[in-house]
């Protein structure tokens, strides 16, 4: 059992590229979301999804995109990285459909530098 | 909008002491509330979830209380060990959505040896 895992852990960008995180869990889980750490400022929720096929914004969407497919994976997707975008982003899972009502299970996360 | 604040930002203690931390968050209408541990480099480790009905919670060394009226949360911490030593951050749910997870920054603990 892996848990949540995130690929890759450490990247590092150009302005203007753009690239995609990746996040599965094996865990059956319904419930995802991504957060942003940043120095200072706590973590930060910027998308999230209650199922397969539904996805919705939460406190930070801006230049980011998501999908949700499958139940395991939720990638999230830079379209055009910024230097504002450089943090650690953290992938999580729970197993309640409507929200993190319950125990929420975090990946390593992954570091990006935006230059 | 909901804020969690947690104090000290910052704590170091000699191994052995018992210590609590704390967090207050400004909405008292929250679904649950979590503490987690954060190691350098690492994600996050859920330590202990207390639902709103409840008051606390406890996990070995680890008890969490939870004073939903007042908007405090407390994670108690008996014998204090150096692989305690550790980010520890308080999060609450205030009713998914996107709301999500309300985090705190966290309290830097170092435990001396």
């Known amino acids: 059992n892996a848990g949540v895992t995130q690929t890759p852990k450490f990247q590092v960008l150009k302005t203007g590229q753009s690239m995609t995180l990746q996040c599965a869990q094996d865990?059956?889980?319904?419930?995802m979301s991504w957060y942003r750490q940043d120095p200072g400022m706590g973590l930060r929720l910027i998308h999230y999804?209650?199922?397969?096929?539904?996805?919705d914004q939460g406190e930070v969407p801006n230049g980011y995109n998501v999908s949700r497919s499958t139940t395991e994976d939720f990638p999230l997707r830079l379209l055009s990285a910024a230097p504002s975008q450089t943090s650690v982003y953290f992938c999580?899972?729970?197993?309640?459909?409507?929200?993190?009502?319950?125990?929420?299970?975090f990946g390593p996360g992954t570091r990006l530098l935006v230059l | 909008k909901q804020e969690v604040t947690q104090i000290p930002a910052a704590l170091s203690v000699p191994e052995g002491e018992n210590l609590v931390l704390n967090c207050s968050f400004t909405?008292?209408?929250?679904?649950?509330l979590q503490w987690f541990r954060q190691d350098p480099g690492k994600g996050l480790t859920s330590l202990l979830l207390?639902?709103?009905?409840?008051r606390e919670q406890t996990s070995g060394r680890l008890n969490a209380s939870l004073d939903k009226s007042s908007g405090r949360s407390t994670l108690y911490i008996a014998a204090s060990q150096p692989g305690d030593s550790a980010t520890y951050l308080c999060?609450?749910?205030?009713?998914?959505?996107?709301?999500?997870?309300?985090f705190g920054k966290g309290t830097h603990l170092i435990i001396q040896p």
């Open positions: 999580a899972s729970s197993n309640t459909p409507g929200g993190p009502y319950e125990t929420q299970y």
């Open positions: 865990m059956n889980h319904e419930y």
């Open positions: 999804s209650v199922g397969a096929g539904i996805t």
């Open positions: 909405d008292s209408a929250i679904y649950n």
């Open positions: 207390i639902q709103s009905s409840q």
């Open positions: 999060a609450v749910n205030s009713g998914g959505g996107a709301d999500g997870l309300t």
